[in-house]
């Protein structure tokens, strides 16, 4: 009998793409992926050297690196210790308080300290990076250099000076779209775990969890996948209740490298209210103006991965934008957006709408 094809992810979104695959695309394909790599690396190299640099881009380094490593370190090492790190924590030479899960404590358990910290932030940026580079298709010189713009840019800059927990999130919520659109059933089971762990370092993550119900496989199996989550992040949220409780304890973050709507009274002397309604005439907008060139609109089986990467990339900014204020390396999720604007710029098939929406945002 022949397999149903509805019900088929493989089916859906074929290993081989299409022409703008990179099986199709060959040596140039990797050729421009090394070039991009090597401008990353010299530039990060570049970085690590001459420090300033980052003050010249408004970046606070605080004249050290990875210091939000050293942080989640020596929160780790003060439970041990059986001091509360949730407290401003003595181990930390900057006396940052634990607002994280207490997940990060079972590093004492792999015998990690703050002793380490240079080498699990340096593991911890250069790991990014390499996923980073994996999901960033580059075909062409432009897209080289728009790619070492994007990786190379303040945010990102930012994330990987202070190797932040968000960089072991975007790691771990790449493989988030590779599970949906797995040809084996058991490989997409592990779709739940995967946002489970991204929320096991941050709270955030979980709203990732929309993205379970995207019909990449039968309504059912979407359905008790997406139940599945609810009720794992539901517990874990439970046992996290002490954790969560004091996050209102803590100051908000401050300055121009903040991310978040209820940042704005602070950075733009406007009211609260005024803030919230231009918010939400801003997300009107942009719904309205995605809305009309994309009604009706198929997406390419070559693009079916780079579209749900995209998605998942809006998911996590616009939730974070609308519910938290953090810092703006929270925009290293956008990477995720620009294979798709970049393909979506180009194809002969999209409509001139559609082509126009693309480069305005990518």
């Known amino acids: 009998m022949a397999r149903d094809r509805r019900h088929d992810p493989a089916a859906a979104f074929p290993t081989s793409p299409g022409p703008q695959s990179e099986k199709a695309v060959g040596s140039p394909f990797r050729f421009h992926r090394a070039v991009l790599a090597v401008i990353v690396a010299a530039w990060y190299a570049l970085l ?3 420090p300033e640099w980052m003050a010249q881009m408004g970046i606070g380094t605080a004249g050290a690196w990875f210091v939000d490593t050293r942080a989640v370190l020596a929160a780790s090492d003060a439970h041990a210790l059986g001091i509360s790190p949730h407290a401003h924590n003595p181990l ?22 703050s002793a380490d910290t240079v080498l699990v932030g340096a593991v911890l940026v250069l790991l990014f990076l390499v996923v980073a ?37 975007f790691v771990a919520l790449s493989a988030l779209v590779p599970c949906l659109t797995a040809r084996r059933a058991a490989v997409r089971w592990l779709s739940p775990l995967v946002v489970l762990a991204g929320t096991g370092m941050k709270l955030y993550p979980a709203i990732a969890a929309v993205l379970l ?34 996050y209102a304890e803590f100051p908000r973050p401050e300055g121009f490298f903040t991310f978040g709507a209820a940042a704005g009274p602070q950075l733009f002397g406007v009211s609260n209210p005024a803030i919230t309604g231009l918010t939400v005439a801003l997300m009107v907008g942009a719904v309205a103006l995605w809305w009309r060139p994309t009604a009706g609109w198929a997406i390419p089986l070559a693009e079916h991965r780079d579209h749900l990467r995209f998605i998942l990339a809006t998911i996590v900014l ?17 990477i995720w957006m ?5 393909t979506a710029m180009t194809a002969p098939t999209n409509r001139g709408g559609m082509r126009g929406l693309a480069r305005l945002t990518g």
Do not use: M
Request: aromatic share 12%.
């Open 318 to 334: 616009v939730g974070c934008y609308v519910v938290t204020v953090n810092y703006l390396y929270r925009l290293i999720f956008a």
């Open 133 to 169: 580079l994996l999901q960033v298709r580059v075909r062409s010189a432009g897209e080289v250099v728009w790619s070492a713009l994007i990786l190379g840019a303040p945010p990102v800059v930012l994330a990987c000076n202070r190797a932040n927990a968000d960089l072991l999130v």
């Open 338 to 342: 620009a294979p798709f604007l970049w």
């Open 48 to 50: 690590f050297r001459r």
């Open 213 to 246: 119900l995207a019909p990449t496989r039968p309504r059912r199996e979407r359905l008790a996948q997406f139940a599945t989550a609810a009720v794992l992040l539901t517990a874990f949220i439970v046992s996290e209740a002490d954790v969560i409780s004091r």
């Open 92 to 113: 930390d030479p900057f006396n940052q308080p634990h607002l994280y899960p207490s997940w990060w404590f079972g590093l004492h358990a792999l015998h990690l300290t």
